[in-house]
């Protein structure tokens, strides 16, 4: 029943794994892929954005990153690497970030907030 509504979602499954085949080369996975390409450039290029070193590189790679993404999937195939590349850059940013708040918080004794604008 599971592997009827899964193929039916557009899943492919096998017995070890599970991924979307067809999503990233659908118009939702190109817009998807092409916005995330599109917003990091704006982050790397933009004066307005005060960002750090890291955060320019983090952008950097995610641009590189989606543009892969973008044009696999306009080609019909299938990029089965992208979340899982994808999903190690933010992890690698918010453990970066952590390190950065709990180094500034011992500096100043001052708690780091979030910037929610």
Not at 26 to 37: A, D, H, K, N, V
Request: positive net charge.
């Amino acid at each position: 029943m599971l592997n009827l509504i899964m193929n039916e979602m557009g899943f492919a499954t096998n017995s070890s794994f599970v991924y979307q085949g067809d999503f990233w080369s659908q118009p939702m996975g190109l817009f998807l892929t092409g916005t995330m390409f599109v917003c990091s450039c704006i982050n790397i290029w933009y004066k307005g954005i005060d960002d750090n070193l890291f955060d320019r590189i983090f952008y950097s790679l995610m641009a590189i990153t989606m543009l892969c993404a973008f044009i696999v999937g306009f080609t019909d195939g299938r990029p089965y690497n992208i979340m899982q590349t994808t999903l190690y850059l933010f992890c690698v940013r918010f453990v970066a970030s952590i390190i950065i708040k709990v180094h500034r918080h011992r500096k100043t004794g001052v708690a780091q907030k979030t910037r929610c604008e």
